[in-house]
């Protein structure tokens, strides 16, 4: 899902990373109307509003893939462990541990942090998931 939605993210920033997968949510926002999409998502529906009208409000990844879902030949909840998945086999051939990752990510989240979300114990935000994704792929090149 995400993990895939663009070519070579080590190439970009997390911030234009983050970037892409906002426009890629508005696409779909659009394509559907904002009250298919929130009421299909899960998503309030003020918060599918001001994507569509080119805010860019925090979505947790969970919700995020539930609206890149409606797109998609999957469930949201198989997409969002094939994300974690990703992070998780990234970290292993680029050789990440948590602590290496936190530093690379210059110490935006604390190691902990990073190993509690990628394992999905607790809630990652969008932005959250675009910055280890980016570090990562980053890594590997």
Do not use: C, W
Not at 13 to 38: P, S
Not at 47 to 60: N, Q, R, Y
Not at 85 to 114: C, F, H, K, Q, Y
């Amino acid at each position: 899902m995400f993990h895939e939605l663009v070519a070579d993210p080590g190439d970009l920033a997390a911030e234009e990373l983050h970037e892409r997968y906002r426009a890629a949510l508005v696409d779909i926002v659009k394509t559907h109307g904002v009250d298919t999409a929130a009421s299909e998502s899960g998503i309030e529906t003020a918060t599918v509003e001001a994507l569509a009208a080119g805010e860019s409000p925090e979505l947790d990844h969970e919700a995020a893939v539930a609206l890149l879902a409606l797109d998609a030949d999957m469930d949201a909840e198989t997409a969002v462990q094939l994300d974690r998945d990703a992070l998780l086999m990234g970290m292993t051939n680029a050789v990440l541990d948590v602590e290496s990752l936190a530093s690379e990510a210059d110490g935006a989240m604390e190691p902990r942090e990073i190993q509690s979300k990628v394992e999905g114990r607790y809630p990652m935000t969008l932005r959250e998931f675009a910055l280890l994704h980016a570090t990562i792929q980053r890594r590997l090149q």
